[in-house]
């Protein structure tokens, strides 16, 4: 995420309108001691900064050049497929996470598909922490003491857990997964942080890179990303870390609410290729207030309207 001023369009304040009446929360919060107050004017996550002011996520790229493989990769993906917000009001869209203090007790995590490249445990996460529904299974978890945890393929064991993978990521620094290293992405990246939540939606702006999926990934990876999971060695394929960017050009004429503020982050900060799944789908938080009807504008939205920027070289 990153500062934005306070929001003074009509528009913008339209939209803070819709979304401020929505009920409830997203994540599971558990209360507890209180991070250091930081300023409203930074994007942050659980009472802490999300990641240092020169991290790629809060990177501003309305201005950077067009990577050389734009269009190969924007085809790819599909030119006349359309964006979908792979969260909405039903429980068991979206991926879900907990809020928990510094005082959380930690569980011990034991991982199995790719115990060697995780981080390991314990973790502190909570007795009623939320699983992903589908086949993935995440469990993410943002505590006040400044960190991350995240666990893919996770199931409870007892009162310990087991999971495929594990990372922890610190927000304080942008240090990365070490190279080829896994997460509980398929990116090596956080997923949480690239997440739309509803109290960002509720501010009236997004101030940080997004994370979606495409079908097919070519067998690299650009940084942030460490780690590939492709199926193909074509150029024509995007790898995971790339950053795709809404065009300029592209109006936000008739758009409003949550989908206004969603594209507006898109063109100036992106979304990255996080994992291989269904193309175009931006994830977002797990929340029974998402307004359906409102995230269902996105879907008017081409995959000819984006296009992908140069950031770093693709590492194999």
């Known amino acids: 995420m990153r500062g934005r001023a306070k929001v003074g369009t009509l528009a913008a304040a339209v939209a803070l309108a819709v979304v401020a ?39 501003d790229i309305s201005h950077a050049r067009v990577n050389p493989h734009s269009k190969a990769w924007v085809r790819s993906v599909g030119l006349s497929g359309h964006l979908h917000a792979d ?36 973790y502190p996460i909570p007795p009623k922490a939320r699983i992903e529904a589908g086949s993935d299974r995440h469990v993410l978890v943002a505590s006040r003491n400044c960190h991350v945890y995240e666990l893919y393929g996770a199931r409870r064991s007892g009162n310990s857990w087991r999971a495929a993978s594990g990372a922890v990521f610190d927000l304080r620094s ?7 290293w896994t997460s509980a ?58 950053r795709f960017r809404l065009k300029a050009s592209f109006s936000l004429k008739g758009y409003h609410g949550a989908a ?21 789908f931006i994830s977002g938080a797990t929340y029974r207030g998402w307004n359906d ?23 194999h």
């Open 260 to 280: 206004l503020i969603i594209l507006r982050c898109l063109k100036k900060y992106g979304m990255f290729v996080a994992d291989n799944g269904s193309n175009w």
């Open 174 to 180: 942008n240090k990365l997964r070490p190279a080829g």
């Open 185 to 242: 992405d398929a990116a090596g990246l956080p997923i949480l942080p690239g997440l739309v939540r509803p109290d960002e939606i509720r501010a009236g702006h997004i101030d940080h890179a997004l994370r979606f999926t495409v079908a097919r990934t070519q067998r690299g990876y650009i940084h942030p990303a460490t780690h590939q999971a492709g199926s193909t060695n074509s150029m024509s394929a995007p790898p995971m870390g790339a």
């Open 87 to 122: 969260f909405g009001s039903n429980p068991s869209y979206g991926i879900p996470y907990s809020v928990v203090p510094t005082s959380q007790p930690k569980v011990e995590v034991t991982f199995t598909a790719y115990g060697d490249e995780s981080d390991r445990g314990p």
């Open 21 to 59: 009446a929505l009920p409830g929360a997203a994540p599971v919060v558990v209360a507890g001691a209180h991070a250091t107050t930081v300023a409203k004017s930074v994007p942050t996550l659980a009472g802490c900064p999300l990641f240092p002011a020169n991290s790629a996520w809060r990177k």
């Open 293 to 315: 009807d409102d995230l269902n504008q996105l879907k008017r939205v081409p995959g000819s309207a984006f296009q992908v920027v140069a950031t770093a070289r693709i590492r």
